[in-house]
């Protein structure tokens, strides 16, 4: 694995470790999901999924990441997923792409310098990217360099660059973040088969990636727990440096292996008949299971461990208490012990506890 980066230089000055120096000693945990949730509060529209909540509520940006912070991430993302060129151009706020992404950037950094986690910039698929036109790779490649431009004057200890379908437009991002000098976590949204849309299978992609520099390689998003597992395997043995597993927390399946591609046969009254992204939520993966995936894909090698769009807090607990963690949030850890029906505590009632021994589905 390797074990240092000069753009690790700006944890070590603030006395902390910076990206790669954890993930030698062991699991990082990144809590993504910010669109979602945000979505389901009532403050992000679904559709174009641009974070305007950071310029309309940023208290509510920063209540979230000391969230995750509480559940147990060990970084702070600032939220600048979709804050980028095209995407405010297109809900017409290109005006506002600089004010949006320095203040993402430094909602995140008072969280991470509060709690001593890392603060990290973030990329991520640009939308105007076309394997033909390379026209499209210019433009995707000056947006990335100026994200990651605001990112470096802000102090980030590394740059996510993530949900990227084309390999070739991760490698244009991965080439941002090292010209900057900074660690670069490059994740791939891989879709319904296992290649890339520029045709690249998952070996190819990862291994020109590590060639260009990247320090963490992996996948986000699209496909949930027990559909990215399997390609861990293939992802660990493509390439010698670290490995990052960031599902979504849905239960997709073989026969439907992406968040997008799940169906709903119970329900009639769905938009368009299919549940992504406003009606998942009969497909949310709970906390077990999350921390069950965690066990494995740790197991497989992957050491940048996260969830991505559907977290929730109470998944990042999961996760961080299956690695053997105990964050802030594992005091209020389920304990049944003392449910009034379904407890087992001396004190309680035993009219009580027998009558829960008849609510039992069984």
């Known amino acids: 694995m390797q074990t240092g980066n000069a753009g690790d230089s700006t944890a070590r000055s603030s006395g902390r470790e910076g990206l ?11 809590a993504e999901g910010y669109l979602f949730e945000f979505e389901r509060r009532g403050y992000l529209q679904a559709g174009a999924f641009v974070p305007e909540v950071v310029l309309e509520h940023p208290e509510l940006v920063e209540m979230l990441h000391r969230d995750f912070v509480h559940a147990g991430s060990d970084v702070v993302e600032a939220f600048t997923y979709y804050a980028h060129r095209e995407k405010m151009r297109i809900i017409g706020r290109e005006g506002d792409l ?3 992404n320095r203040q993402a950037l430094q909602i995140a950094k008072k969280v991470a310098y509060d709690t001593g986690a890392l603060f990290a910039g973030d990329l991520c698929n640009t939308s105007v990217y076309n394997p033909a036109d390379p026209e499209t790779h210019v433009a995707a490649r000056r947006m ?22 084309y390999a070739g ?14 660690p670069a976590v490059i994740t791939l949204a891989i879709h319904k088969t296992d290649l890339t849309r520029d045709d690249l299978t998952i070996t190819e992609a990862a291994q020109r990636l590590e060639a260009v520099g990247a320090d963490v390689i992996g996948f986000n998003c699209i496909r949930g ?3 990215m597992l399997p390609a861990l395997k293939e992802l ?5 440096c670290h490995i990052a597993a960031v599902p ?19 329900c009639d009254y769905i938009p368009g008949g299919r549940p ?7 497909f949310v993966c709970n906390r077990y299971e999350i921390g069950e995936f965690a066990k494995q894909a740790y197991a497989q090698g992957a050491r940048y461990l996260g969830v991505c769009c559907g977290a929730g807090p109470h998944h990042i607990r999961a996760m961080a208490e299956a690695l053997g963690r105990k964050p802030p949030a594992s005091q209020y850890s389920p304990d049944m012990s003392k449910h009034i029906l379904f407890g087992t505590d001396k004190q309680l009632k035993p009219h009580n506890q027998a009558y829960g021994e008849k609510l039992y589905g069984r």
Do not use: H, M, N
């Open 20 to 30: 790669l120096q954890r993930l030698d000693a062991g699991p990082v945990i990144c």
């Open 98 to 100: 600089e004010r949006i």
């Open 144 to 165: 990335f360099d100026e994200q990651v431009g605001w990112a470096v004057e802000a102090g980030v200890d590394f740059v996510i660059a993530e949900t990227f379908a």
């Open 169 to 182: 437009e991760a490698l244009l991002a991965a080439q941002a973040i090292k010209k900057a000098s900074l």
């Open 225 to 227: 727990p027990w559909t």
């Open 236 to 240: 660990r043995a493509a390439v010698k």
């Open 248 to 266: 979504v927390p849905y239960r997709t399946t073989a026969a439907e292996p992406t968040f997008q591609s799940l169906t709903d046969p119970c």
């Open 276 to 282: 992504f992204p406003t009606a998942l939520d009969p």
